[in-house]
């Protein structure tokens, strides 16, 4: 039986694993290499990480291809297809198609067209990595911050067609431009304790002035001034929720801090796939009293 030193190590060791296979997508990654990596034996390796993760390590770097490619197939249309295809490390269009198909129920124009998302995060739900270790949480005062507002209500795994819609306005109103404003997620409640209907997920661009009335349902609001505790998250948005349970559940209990009647928010400093997966930086903010 390992002692918890041993764990923390394990735990360590395998998520530092998972971190190089999100930065070297672009490279041949091998369970030899990757076990070297590791300090395990390869002999063990592939069924340690299936056992840490519920998922095979091939299987595991062919979804991350295949994420990346998903997110530019429907985000970036003007790139042709065999294009995508190559960038995922895929030798000829066909196997691609394939692999897509097989993974997601649908081809990639398919996908391109109308994406199935509730079928497509089912795929994304690898085994829970425990946080382990203290975060760093700075405390702050964050200023009143105008913002332009697509709500989007229902299944969380459907947030990328509400972002979708929020970035058409940006471009087509030219309103909060992505690269001179900030970009925000006003999250209301944990998506594990609602029901999909019930889940409010507000996706927000700063502005200087008052959006007015427009087709997009894009809406006005304001993020109040006030003390935050803030805590930076690296890597993929699919990690978010364990930094927020450690603000919530660990954090907080022991700072002697309140909250404040407002809603937890990110702050998106980055985004896929414009960087890496794993260069993503994620500001997630706890309004305090």
């Given at each position: 039986m390992k002692t918890n030193a041993q764990l923390d190590n394990y735990i360590r060791v395998m998520d530092c694993v998972c971190d190089y296979i999100y930065a070297n997508l672009d490279k041949e990654l091998t369970v030899e290499h990757l076990s070297q990596y590791a300090g395990f034996s390869k002999f063990h390796?592939?069924?340690?990480?299936?056992?840490?993760?519920?998922?095979?390590?091939?299987?595991?770097?062919?979804?991350?291809?295949?994420?990346?490619?998903?997110?530019?197939?429907?985000f970036d249309p003007e790139i042709k297809i065999v294009d995508i295809?190559?960038?995922?490390?895929?030798?000829?269009?066909?196997?691609?198609?394939?692999?897509?198909k097989k993974a997601f129920d649908q081809s990639p124009t398919e996908f391109r067209r109308q994406p199935k998302w509730l079928e497509w995060n089912e795929k994304y739900q690898f085994g829970v990595k425990t946080m382990g270790k203290e975060q760093q949480?700075?405390?702050v005062n964050f200023?009143?911050?105008?913002?332009?507002?697509?709500?989007?209500?229902?299944?969380?795994?459907?947030?990328?067609e509400s972002a979708a819609k929020f970035i058409a306005w940006r471009k087509q109103t030219g309103l909060s431009p992505v690269t001179k404003s900030q970009t925000f997620g006003l999250i209301y409640e944990d998506p594990k304790s609602v029901s999909g209907d019930d889940f409010r997920f507000d996706i927000c661009g700063s502005v200087l002035h008052e959006?007015?009335?427009?087709p997009h349902g894009v809406i006005n609001r304001?993020?109040?001034?006030?003390?935050?505790?803030?805590?930076?998250h690296h890597g993929s948005h699919d990690d978010l929720d364990?930094?927020?349970?450690?603000?919530?559940?660990?954090?907080?209990?022991?700072?002697?801090?309140?909250?404040r009647d407002s809603p937890c928010f990110f702050h998106y400093q980055n985004f896929f796939p414009e960087v890496a997966e794993h260069e993503l930086i994620t500001d997630i903010y706890l309004p305090l009293n």
């Open positions: 390796f592939h069924r340690q990480f299936s056992d840490y993760l519920g998922i095979g390590i091939a299987k595991y770097i062919q979804l991350l291809r295949l994420k990346r490619a998903s997110y530019r197939l429907y295809a190559l960038d995922a490390k895929f030798g000829y269009p066909e196997s691609f198609a394939r692999a897509f949480v700075e405390l200023a009143e911050t105008k913002i332009a507002v697509y709500e989007h209500r229902g299944a969380p795994e459907l947030v990328n959006v007015p009335q427009n304001t993020i109040e001034q006030g003390r935050c505790a803030v805590i930076r364990a930094k927020v349970h450690y603000l919530y559940g660990q954090w907080l209990p022991q700072s002697g801090e309140s909250l």
